[in-house]
């Protein structure tokens, strides 16, 4: 099984990236492939070209947007990464969903409106608040992210959801011991989507 992980943190030494080394090392752990995608270091540019808004002739899809559907043609789960700022993920991440996974890629034209093309692929998530998890959800806040996320993606797509883990109450200061609890998590994650029942 291959994955992608998808990262959206501009700082490489955040919980975020963390956690989702954690992921990879896990699900390599279980003999699995992973290839990490970290927009910031990538310097993924997330702005939505004119050319790539599908019309009746098509659309023309930038090298870059290229480039990362090649990379992305074999992957067997998506896992997103991210934190959350206004209760909703960095736009770096909304534009790589806008431009990689449109017309294409993520879903084709059919008659009356559009066909997924990613069915049969996975996807999993991960996010993460400074507000304590309980407010995310009791605001709301997760239901609403989970819907316009998780669940249009995965239904526009064809992507079977897995689980979304998310951990609240994220301070700079985080000492290693809370850390290491919030990676296990991740790795508990891992283990519970991806690992054979023993015989």
Not at 159 to 169: A, C, S, Y
Not at 173 to 183: K, R, S
Request: proline share 6%; hydrophobic share 45%.
């Amino acid at each position: 099984m291959k994955h992608a992980v998808v990262i959206a943190h501009p700082k490489a030494e955040s919980l975020t990236c963390a956690a989702a080394a954690a992921y990879a090392e896990a699900a390599r752990a279980l003999g699995h492939e992973v290839i990490v995608r970290d927009l910031y270091r990538m310097g993924f540019d997330p702005c939505l070209k004119a050319s790539e808004i599908p019309t009746e002739t098509g659309a023309r899809f930038e090298p870059d947007v290229v480039a990362e559907r090649a990379a992305l043609a074999d992957v067997d789960v998506f896992c997103f990464v991210y934190p959350l700022w206004f209760n909703a993920p960095p736009a770096i991440l909304k534009g790589y969903l806008d431009r990689v996974f449109s017309m294409g890629f993520g879903f084709g034209p059919a008659l009356g409106g559009t066909e997924p093309l990613l069915d049969g692929k996975k996807l999993i998530s991960f996010s993460f608040s400074g507000a304590p998890e309980e407010w995310v959800r009791d605001t709301g806040a997760f239901q609403a992210l989970t819907t316009l996320l998780d669940r249009h993606v995965a239904g526009v797509c064809g992507l079977q959801i897995l689980d979304h883990v998310h951990t609240g109450g994220i301070v700079p200061q985080m000492g290693e011991e809370a850390a290491g609890a919030v990676l296990e998590k991740v790795r508990e994650a891992v283990r519970k989507s991806f690992e054979e029942p023993a015989l």
